[in-house]
């Protein structure tokens, strides 16, 4: 158990509708990130929050938007979903490991949401 | 050019057998780490090992070692004594960027290693 979770862990929905992810990330990790892992483009980095603000964008559609709020849990938010928007979505929460030559993150998984858009 | 680079789709190794999963990268950043993860057929991402671009001496947690090579921009996941459980997606990825709440993490697509008994 990483110490992320995240809800639902499944969520089957029509096309055209919006959903809302839930993360909360570990205690004491300031970072989120999501991640959506199709079959046809692999683990695909969407976003990235730290304390609140918005750090990072990867390939992150316009109908997807992410926030973090005071708490520091994560929601991710898609709308008019797609048939193709069907995967499985990872939040990752990370701590800083102080060593030589600067600080550096790993990055713990929660279990992912699968999305099914039918 | 792509980041991250795994070029084996599939794996097979005997049980008790040391197996290499290759993994090749691309950066111009001097600050990088290099992480590998275990994607079971459950679905969750579980970390195994990290590598800073500083660091001297090979990352090894318990049976996983990474062979770091610097100058050849290689960083593959050694499993000594591989188990049945150890039959999964193996993701090589890399963070680059500064810390202090800014990274941008590129995952390689993965490769499947079945373990034979």
């Not at chain 1, 709308?79 to 990872?90: M, R």
Request: proline share 4%.
């Amino acid at each position: 158990d990483s110490g992320v979770t995240q809800t639902p862990k499944h969520l089957i929905t029509a096309t055209g509708q919006r959903v809302t992810l839930r993360c909360s990330p570990r205690s004491g990790d300031l970072s989120v990130y999501w991640y959506q892992q199709s079959l046809d483009q692999g683990l695909q980095f969407l976003i990235q929050y730290y304390n609140g603000e918005e750090r990072a964008k990867g390939n992150i559609l316009e109908r997807f938007s992410a926030q973090q709020f005071p708490d520091l849990h994560s929601e991710l938010n898609l709308s008019s979903l797609e048939l193709g928007d069907s995967a499985l979505y990872f939040c990752a929460s990370s701590v800083p490991l102080l060593v030589s030559g600067g600080a550096q993150e790993t990055q713990y998984f929660g279990p992912g949401t699968r999305l099914l858009v039918l | 050019a792509q980041k991250i680079t795994q070029t084996q789709p599939g794996m097979f190794v005997q049980e008790k057998e040391a197996v290499t999963l290759d993994c090749t990268y691309d950066t111009s950043d001097p600050s990088y780490g290099l992480f590998w993860y275990k994607q079971p057929s459950s679905g969750e991402m579980i970390f195994l090992i990290y590598q800073g671009s500083y660091d001297q001496q090979n990352a090894t947690e318990g049976r996983y070692s990474l062979n770091f090579q610097k100058a050849r921009k290689s960083a593959n996941l050694v499993i000594s004594a591989s188990q049945l459980g150890d039959s999964a997606m193996y993701f090589c990825a890399m963070r680059e960027g500064l810390s202090g709440g800014y990274q941008k993490v590129t995952f390689g697509i993965g490769t499947k290693l079945q373990v034979i008994p």
